[in-house]
């Protein structure tokens, strides 16, 4: 590890996860427990291992699903246990994202493995690392991407065409087809060699097969990275797990929109502690989708009346459907963690900064609904530089975050660095030479011609023009000699801050993988602190 920034100082994460990580008893109000504090994971444990349960459906459904994909023996044993009245588990969760998805997600794991290996060392329970996919969304576009360096370092995206359903289906019932395989066959040729691409590819292809599910190839990709870690995936969609929330389902409906309501009350709580809430849902949101052959349909309640998209529902029609077919249901983003936490023992959820913003307004209504809020930890944030990268922000002395801007700033100023130390005090001496000149001679000319004289401001804004343009052409100059220095600047700056953005929201896991190898995951879990409150820079 090179460097941590603190949180505040990172504009691209939320102040609140600043906050709690630097300062967290302006924001107490809104937390279960502060992560960084033995007694608050103690108190959690405890509520958590006395919640009301169903431990073996939990632990069936799992198993089931590690052997269905052939995940390591380590997640199969770590599913397992679950069924034990003590066992706890970390949780995170994300969308089935192209060939894992962003750097982020794999972070998110990894803090989740960490921290559950902590609970266990720490306090004598059995901690299982649990990874969500949440694989009810249909949002296709956010999903169906992977961005990654080319073999020459520029941006490039590989995009997965539209599937049968994509954007109105859940994305576990889209079926891959042959394109698949393209997209496949177009990775291999973007991303340099390296002696990990075989293996990498092979994977993929294991993974990724026409006829498999989006979110069942996204599932069995996690578990080739981080199973053998005992990460424990799970699909969301998966029926067999609906029965367990079935009551908490009926009870959305039974009670229409309390769930958005109090969420909208917690917002205002937070912005009165000087953050903007991260979700405020209308007055009119049931927290429910409603999930057909065709589609996933929001619920809404208006007037008195509950709509399926355009559909009207009885209420006491819509209730016992949720009881009896709960399988026909499926959460919003509010609902979701507390079917997340009627399904596991989760004594904390790792987020992301803005999940932890929305998740930070739920307490309300995980009280209302009888269950223990689990704590929420923020998820390791990183940028991964190779050696040239690093060789380079330590040759300039640069700071990260300088290489976010995507204009010339920060690389002239290094261009000038590298110029002739008296050649910017030089021109200023000749400005100010014109300056002083010209003020001397301005009532000379005004003692000759009085209209004259703005003809020498005039002389005086041009001479300054042409000593401008004059250093601006040394500077083109500089750029044009010292191809080097740009070549290696927009390299960096590529690898950082790809397309402006942070690396870890941009670059796909495969990226990663491809020049680090399967060992990079193992090395992510050594070397990145746990609840470190600050944006790391690390090198492999």
Partial sequence: MRDAIPFSRVPWIRPLAGAQAQHYDAVASLFAGNPADPAAWRDTIQRVQHANIDRTLTRDVLVAQTTERRAPQAALDAAATLANATTVAVVTGQQAGLFGGPLYTLLKAVTTIQLARQVSAAHGVTAVPVFWVESEDHDFDEIRSATVLDRDFSVSTLTLGDLPGAGTRPVASL????RVTDVIAALDATLATTEFTPALLDGLRRQYQPGRSLSAAFAGWLDDLLGAEGLVVFDASDRR?????????????????RTSALARAAGEAMRALGHAPQIEPGDDVVCLFYLDEATRRPIRYRDGQFFVGDERREAADLASEAAAHPERFSPNVLLRPLVQDTLFPTVCYVAGPSELAYQAQLGEVYRTAGLPQPLLASRASATVLDSAAAKFLDRHDLPLDALQGQDDTTLNRLLEGQLPPQLESTFADLDRLAADGTLRLKPLVASVD?????????TLERLRDTLKSLQGKILQAAKKKDDTLRRQFARTRTLTFPSGQPQERVLNVVFFVNRYGPGFVARLIDVLPPLAGAHLVITP
């Fill in 175 to 178: 079926q891959l087809d042959e």
């Fill in 241 to 257: 797990a609906k029965p367990a929330v079935a009551r908490l389902f009926a009870e959305e409906i039974s009670s229409p929109c």
């Fill in 450 to 458: 009085p209209t004259l004289t703005g003809a020498v401001d005039t």
